[in-house]
T-cell receptor, first 111, second 112 residues
C-alpha cells in the first residue's frame, strides 16, 4: 500500500541555520499539508498546498517558513533561520479526496 | 476560531470492554471530521473519516458518529484489545483545502 514518506527521520541543527524537511506524498494525491507537534502538545496545522500554491496557512507559518513542490514527487518545508522553539515533530500529509494520510514525521531538534 | 476538545484525556480499561471516546468542537461549520491513532513517537494513522453530511462511519470494531448541530463526535471501540493502546486524536477539517484543528487526544491503555 502506498505511503507518505519523510526524510530525514531526525534532524539536529544549530539555532540560526536553515533546514529543509522533505516529503514524498502518495503519487495521485492532490492536496498536501505540513503540521507540527511540539513534544507533549497538540498537532498544529502549518500550511496546506493545492495546485502548486498555498491554500491556507496558520499564524505559525511566518516569513521564516516556505513550502515548495520542486518536482512532481517531492514536497518540502524550509525553515530559514531556526529557533529553539522550532524543535518539534514535523508531519507531512497528503490526500486524494477527503481523507488525509500522514507520513511518519521528522523530528527536528534545534540546539 | 475552531477549538477541539477531547474527553477523557486518559482512559484505562480491561481487555474486552467496549468504550467511547468523545470529541467536541466549537464551530459546527465543518467540512469533515477525521479520527486518528498515534502510537508513541510515531505518525498518525487514519481510522475513520466522517463527511459533514454523514451521521456515522464504521470500520471493523470501530464506529464513529457525528452530530454537527451539537458539535460532537464519538469514537466507539468494541471489544477492546491490548493492541488498541495508543493516543486517539480527533481532527476537524474546516474547509476543503485548508486548516485542520486537532484535539489534545485521549490516551487509551487496554490491560490484558
Amino acid at each position: 500500500e502506498p505511503e507518505v514518506t519523510q526524510t530525514p527521520s531526525h534532524q539536529v541543527t544549530q539555532m540560526g541555520q536553515e533546514v529543509i524537511l522533505r516529503c514524498v506524498p502518495i503519487s495521485n494525491h492532490l492536496y498536501f499539508y505540513w503540521y507540527r507537534q511540539i513534544l507533549g502538545q497538540k498537532v498544529e496545522f502549518l500550511v496546506s498546498f493545492y495546485n502548486n500554491e498555498i491554500s491556507e496557512k496558520s499564524e505559525i507559518f511566518d516569513d521564516q517558513f516556505s513550502v515548495e513542490r520542486p518536482d512532481g514527487s517531492n514536497f518540502t518545508l524550509k525553515i530559514r533561520s531556526t529557533k529553539l522553539e522550532d524543535s518539534a515533530m514535523y508531519f507531512c500529509a497528503s490526500r486524494p479526496g477527503y481523507e488525509q494520510y500522514f507520513g511518519p514525521g521528522t523530528r527536528l531538534t534545534v540546539t | 476560531k475552531q477549538e477541539v476538545t477531547q474527553i477523557p484525556a486518559a482512559l484505562s480499561v480491561p481487555e474486552g470492554e467496549n468504550l467511547v471516546l468523545n470529541c467536541s468542537f466549537t464551530d459546527s461549520a465543518i467540512y469533515n471530521l477525521q479520527w486518528f491513532r498515534q502510537d508513541p513517537g510515531k505518525g498518525l494513522t487514519s481510522l475513520l473519516l466522517i463527511q459533514s453530511s454523514q451521521r456515522e462511519q464504521t470500520s471493523g470494531r470501530l464506529n464513529a458518529s457525528l452530530d454537527k448541530s451539537s458539535g460532537r463526535s464519538t469514537l466507539y471501540i468494541a471489544a477492546s484489545q491490548p493492541g488498541d493502546s495508543a493516543t486517539y486524536l480527533c481532527a476537524v477539517h474546516n474547509t476543503n483545502a485548508g486548516k485542520s484543528t486537532f484535539g489534545d487526544g485521549t490516551t487509551l491503555t487496554v490491560k490484558p
